[in-house]
Protein backbone atom coordinates (compact mmCIF):
# COMPACT_ATOMS: atom_id res chain seq x y z
CA UNK A 1 0.00 0.00 0.00
CA UNK A 2 1.61 3.03 -1.08
CA UNK A 3 0.24 6.66 -0.01
CA UNK A 4 0.55 9.78 0.50
CA UNK A 5 0.32 10.98 3.86
CA UNK A 6 -1.54 13.94 4.72
CA UNK A 7 0.65 17.13 4.45
CA UNK A 8 3.16 18.29 2.07
CA UNK A 9 6.32 17.39 3.58
CA UNK A 10 5.44 13.81 3.78
CA UNK A 11 6.92 11.26 1.75
CA UNK A 12 5.29 8.39 0.11
CA UNK A 13 4.59 5.96 2.87
CA UNK A 14 4.29 2.09 2.64
CA UNK A 15 2.75 -0.50 4.42
CA UNK A 16 4.72 -3.98 3.94
CA UNK A 17 4.33 -7.48 6.11
CA UNK A 18 7.62 -7.62 8.33
CA UNK A 19 9.99 -9.47 6.59
CA UNK A 20 13.76 -10.37 7.37
CA UNK A 21 15.38 -7.16 5.65
CA UNK A 22 13.12 -5.18 8.21
CA UNK A 23 14.54 -6.24 11.24
CA UNK A 24 17.75 -4.32 11.75
CA UNK A 25 15.33 -1.02 10.86
CA UNK A 26 12.64 -1.99 13.41
CA UNK A 27 14.98 -3.03 15.99
CA UNK A 28 16.24 0.17 15.62
CA UNK A 29 12.95 2.08 15.80
CA UNK A 30 12.03 -0.31 18.88
CA UNK A 31 14.90 1.04 20.64
CA UNK A 32 14.37 4.80 20.08
CA UNK A 33 10.43 4.71 21.15
CA UNK A 34 10.09 6.00 24.58
CA UNK A 35 8.93 3.60 27.33
CA UNK A 36 5.69 4.26 27.45
CA UNK A 37 5.13 3.69 23.65
CA UNK A 38 6.42 0.10 23.80
CA UNK A 39 4.89 -0.72 26.80
CA UNK A 40 2.00 -0.94 23.87
CA UNK A 41 3.36 -4.46 22.88
CA UNK A 42 2.70 -7.47 25.19
CA UNK A 43 6.60 -8.46 24.76
CA UNK A 44 9.91 -6.48 25.94
CA UNK A 45 10.41 -5.77 22.53
CA UNK A 46 14.37 -4.69 23.21
CA UNK A 47 15.16 -8.53 24.28
CA UNK A 48 16.95 -10.34 21.63
CA UNK A 49 14.85 -12.67 19.98
CA UNK A 50 11.60 -10.65 19.94
CA UNK A 51 11.71 -9.35 16.67
CA UNK A 52 12.80 -12.48 15.29
CA UNK A 53 9.78 -14.55 16.76
CA UNK A 54 7.58 -11.93 15.16
CA UNK A 55 9.05 -13.51 12.34
CA UNK A 56 8.64 -16.84 12.58
CA UNK A 57 5.20 -16.90 14.06
CA UNK A 58 2.39 -18.44 11.83
CA UNK A 59 -0.71 -16.41 13.64
CA UNK A 60 -1.45 -12.95 13.61
CA UNK A 61 0.05 -9.99 11.04
CA UNK A 62 3.00 -7.90 11.67
CA UNK A 63 3.52 -4.70 9.53
CA UNK A 64 6.38 -1.97 9.08
CA UNK A 65 5.34 1.33 8.05
CA UNK A 66 7.97 2.57 5.97
CA UNK A 67 9.10 5.93 4.68
CA UNK A 68 12.38 6.02 2.10
CA UNK A 69 13.01 2.93 3.83
CA UNK A 70 12.88 3.65 7.48
CA UNK A 71 11.06 2.38 9.66
CA UNK A 72 7.99 4.91 11.21
CA UNK A 73 5.97 2.66 12.36
CA UNK A 74 4.68 -1.05 13.16
CA UNK A 75 1.63 -2.86 13.50
CA UNK A 76 1.00 -5.78 15.66
CA UNK A 77 -2.26 -8.02 15.87
CA UNK A 78 -2.44 -11.25 17.30
CA UNK A 79 -5.49 -13.17 17.59
CA UNK A 80 -6.26 -14.71 21.45
CA UNK A 81 -6.50 -18.16 22.53
CA UNK A 82 -8.71 -20.45 23.53
CA UNK A 83 -11.50 -18.93 24.25
CA UNK A 84 -10.23 -15.77 22.98
CA UNK A 85 -8.76 -17.23 19.54
CA UNK A 86 -11.48 -15.44 17.24
CA UNK A 87 -10.54 -11.55 18.65
CA UNK A 88 -7.66 -10.17 17.46
CA UNK A 89 -5.40 -7.21 19.36
CA UNK A 90 -4.34 -4.30 17.80
CA UNK A 91 -1.03 -2.57 18.88
CA UNK A 92 0.32 0.04 16.95
CA UNK A 93 3.00 2.38 17.70
CA UNK A 94 4.47 5.48 14.98
CA UNK A 95 7.77 6.92 15.56
CA UNK A 96 7.58 10.47 17.12
CA UNK A 97 9.00 12.39 14.15
CA UNK A 98 6.09 11.00 12.27
CA UNK A 99 3.06 11.33 13.98
CA UNK A 100 0.29 13.49 12.92
CA UNK A 101 0.71 12.48 9.14
CA UNK A 102 -1.83 9.48 8.58
CA UNK A 103 0.84 6.66 9.18
CA UNK A 104 -1.44 5.58 12.02
CA UNK A 105 -4.94 5.62 10.04
CA UNK A 106 -3.39 3.59 7.30
CA UNK A 107 -2.07 0.79 9.70
CA UNK A 108 -4.98 0.81 11.64
CA UNK A 109 -6.90 0.20 8.29
CA UNK A 110 -3.85 -2.58 7.16
CA UNK A 111 -5.05 -3.91 10.67
CA UNK A 112 -8.78 -4.44 9.25
CA UNK A 113 -7.69 -5.86 6.59
CA UNK A 114 -5.69 -8.27 8.25
CA UNK A 115 -8.45 -9.39 10.89
CA UNK A 116 -10.49 -10.16 7.39
CA UNK A 117 -7.67 -12.42 6.49
CA UNK A 118 -6.96 -14.04 9.73
CA UNK A 119 -10.91 -14.44 10.07
CA UNK A 120 -10.85 -12.74 12.89
CA UNK A 121 -14.45 -11.63 14.53
CA UNK A 122 -13.53 -8.98 16.47
CA UNK A 123 -10.96 -6.61 17.00
CA UNK A 124 -9.79 -4.48 19.85
CA UNK A 125 -7.17 -1.76 20.74
CA UNK A 126 -5.68 -0.62 24.14
CA UNK A 127 -5.80 3.25 24.00
CA UNK A 128 -4.81 6.13 26.85
CA UNK A 129 -8.04 7.46 27.47
CA UNK A 130 -7.02 10.61 27.25
CA UNK A 131 -5.46 10.44 24.06
CA UNK A 132 -8.45 11.80 21.95
CA UNK A 133 -6.96 11.83 18.91
CA UNK A 134 -5.86 7.91 18.70
CA UNK A 135 -9.36 7.35 20.12
CA UNK A 136 -11.08 9.59 17.02
CA UNK A 137 -8.33 8.10 14.59
CA UNK A 138 -10.12 4.80 15.68
CA UNK A 139 -13.87 5.54 15.98
CA UNK A 140 -13.48 7.17 12.61
CA UNK A 141 -12.67 3.54 11.59
CA UNK A 142 -15.74 1.71 12.86
CA UNK A 143 -14.62 0.76 16.32
CA UNK A 144 -16.70 1.64 19.71
CA UNK A 145 -15.93 2.23 23.26
CA UNK A 146 -16.37 -1.27 24.82
CA UNK A 147 -14.75 -0.48 28.56
CA UNK A 148 -13.30 2.17 30.46
CA UNK A 149 -10.38 0.93 33.16
CA UNK A 150 -9.67 3.28 35.86
CA UNK A 151 -6.59 3.94 37.29
CA UNK A 152 -5.68 0.58 34.86
CA UNK A 153 -2.07 2.28 34.03
CA UNK A 154 0.76 3.45 35.71
CA UNK A 155 3.54 5.59 33.96
CA UNK A 156 7.14 6.20 34.65
CA UNK A 157 6.16 9.06 37.44
CA UNK A 158 3.65 6.57 39.53
CA UNK A 159 1.22 8.47 38.31
CA UNK A 160 -1.98 6.39 36.97
CA UNK A 161 -4.50 7.34 34.03
CA UNK A 162 -7.69 5.19 32.72
CA UNK A 163 -6.99 3.00 29.96
CA UNK A 164 -10.17 2.62 26.88
CA UNK A 165 -10.75 -0.80 25.26
CA UNK A 166 -11.94 0.36 21.43
CA UNK A 167 -13.70 -2.92 19.77
CA UNK A 168 -14.65 -3.71 15.90
CA UNK A 169 -16.54 -5.83 14.59
CA UNK A 170 -15.01 -7.59 11.46
CA UNK A 171 -18.11 -8.82 10.19
CA UNK A 172 -19.13 -4.88 9.02
CA UNK A 173 -15.23 -4.33 7.37
CA UNK A 174 -16.75 -7.29 5.31
CA UNK A 175 -19.53 -6.12 4.20
CA UNK A 176 -18.49 -2.96 3.59
CA UNK A 177 -15.69 -4.04 1.48
CA UNK A 178 -18.17 -6.13 -0.76
CA UNK A 179 -19.88 -3.04 -0.83
CA UNK A 180 -17.61 -1.82 -2.84
CA UNK A 181 -15.75 -4.57 -4.58
CA UNK A 182 -13.01 -4.93 -3.49
CA UNK A 183 -13.41 -8.42 -1.98
CA UNK A 184 -11.60 -10.10 -5.28
CA UNK A 185 -8.79 -7.82 -4.90
CA UNK A 186 -8.52 -8.76 -1.00
CA UNK A 187 -8.08 -12.27 -2.28
CA UNK A 188 -10.86 -13.37 0.45
Known sequence: MDRKANGDTMNTVSITRLEPAHVDG??????????????????????????????ARTTGAYHVALVEGEVAGLLVLEPGVEWGRHVGEIRIVVAQGFRRRGIGRALARRALIAGLELDLDKLVVQVAAEDEATTSMFVTLAFEPEALLRGHVRDDSGDTHDLLVLAHFVESTRGAVAAIGLAEAMEM
Open 26 to 55: LRLFLAQSSAGDRTYFRDDVLANGVVDSWL
